[in-house]
């Protein structure tokens, strides 16, 4: 059973920026494809970004949904285990809460959540206007 624990959420004003932490309780890189979701308050959950690759120095790829384009980074440090999200120029509607996310096999593209395995418990993004 992987565990995935998010970190890194708070508040911020528009225009700032947040970078958030996924700690995966197992080797990633290898096997999943991992991505970052968010649901804003009655919404649904959408991915805005997902990264496959990179193990053993292999190429690895990162794949940004629209919505977020541009401002959105996914990195992870396969040494450490750990996947990462650097956002950029929030808004007020980029408020929402975040979620990490692992799924077994190759994405390419971000794919829709039923094709992600393992899930984290969340991190809140608050952006003030």
């Known amino acids: 059973q992987v565990r995935l624990v998010e970190s890194g959420g708070g508040s911020v004003q528009a225009g700032g920026s947040l970078r958030l932490s996924c700690a995966a309780s197992?080797?990633?890189?290898?096997?999943?494809?991992m991505g970052w979701f968010r649901q804003p308050p009655g919404k649904e959950r959408e991915g805005v970004a997902a990264i496959y690759g990179g193990a053993l120095g292999s190429a690895q790829y990162a794949y940004y949904a629209d919505s977020m384009k541009g401002r959105l980074t996914i990195s992870r440090d396969n040494a450490k285990n750990t996947l990462y999200l650097q956002m950029n120029s929030l808004k007020p509607e980029d408020t929402a809460m975040y979620y990490c996310a692992a799924g077994v096999g190759r994405c390419t593209g971000v794919p829709g959540r039923e094709s992600f395995n393992y899930w984290g418990q969340g991190t809140q993004v608050t952006v003030s206007s």
């Open positions: 197992e080797y990633m890189a290898s096997r999943y494809c």
